[in-house]
């Protein structure tokens, strides 16, 4: 699909500055949405939105570190 390659050479494109000012766009939008959540949802929100974060970021880091490891040989 075109929009995944946009997307794709997007990402390769900016300096991690742009990056992070997405991702900060994306973390206020989920908080924006959390708070407007009526209350019996919270709690399925607060549970989907960790177990999500803990499927990404253990890889994120994992990747990190390792490349971090490649840079200091």
Do not use: E, Q
């Amino acid at each position: 699909m075109k929009l995944f390659r946009v997307a794709d050479d997007y990402c390769r494109a900016p300096n991690w500055k742009i990056l992070a000012l997405v991702k900060f766009c994306l973390f206020s939008v989920g908080i924006i949405c959390g708070i407007l959540l009526p209350h019996r949802w919270k709690r399925p929100a607060i549970g989907a939105a960790g177990a999500v974060f803990a499927v990404t970021y253990i890889p994120l880091m994992t990747s990190f570190f390792r490349f971090w490891a490649k840079d200091k040989t």
